[in-house]
């Protein structure tokens, strides 16, 4: 991929979490066989739900009692893939009762392309999969969209933060 075009890709998708360990000097290697880059990610969240209780003879404040936990659905959008494995980790969840459970991470990059922040998420699910669009009018790449429901996240430093160097 060349320099411009890495640049505006920032966030990859890796299937394999255990690619957000690996020594820097096998970094370029990993980000090679990631199956898709992506210029943006959101969701990367989670959600207590919490409901109020008040205590009677208590005016000066309500009880917040947790509920439940939810995660974010992580929503990659404009992107690229470079392999049909995300397709058909989508299409394997239509086929299977409980749908194609993958644990993976999403890599965020610097503007050097070096990996600074790794997200690791587990049982995912590829709930949505837009294919690309194309206009006869424009030579931009395609665009993709992949939003992955999942049961856990977890935030991990990139390996120039952890010491893995």
């Known amino acids: 991929m060349s320099d411009d075009i890495q640049n505006a890709y920032r ?84 086929f299977g009762s409980l749908g194609a459970r993958r644990d993976g991470a999403i890599v965020m990059l610097n503007p050097a392309g070096i990996p600074t922040m790794f997200w690791t998420f587990s049982r995912g699910l590829a709930a949505r999969y837009s294919g690309p669009e194309f206009r006869a009018t424009q030579d931009g790449l395609a665009i993709e969209q992949l939003e992955i429901a999942h049961e856990g996240l977890k935030s991990v430093p990139g390996p120039a933060l952890a010491g893995v160097v």
Not at 15 to 44: H, K
Not at 64 to 85: E, F, K, M, Y
């Open 11 to 94: 966030f990859m998708v890796l299937l394999d979490p255990t690619d957000a360990f690996i020594p820097r000097e096998l970094i370029t290697l990993a980000l090679e066989r990631a199956p898709g880059s992506f210029q943006s990610c959101t969701g990367l969240g989670a959600e207590l739900e919490v409901t109020t209780y008040a205590e009677g003879g208590r005016n000066d404040y309500v009880h917040q009692l947790p509920v439940r936990h939810s995660w974010n659905r992580i929503v990659l959008s404009r992107g690229i893939a470079r392999d049909p494995v995300l397709f058909a980790w989508y299409e394997a969840g239509l």
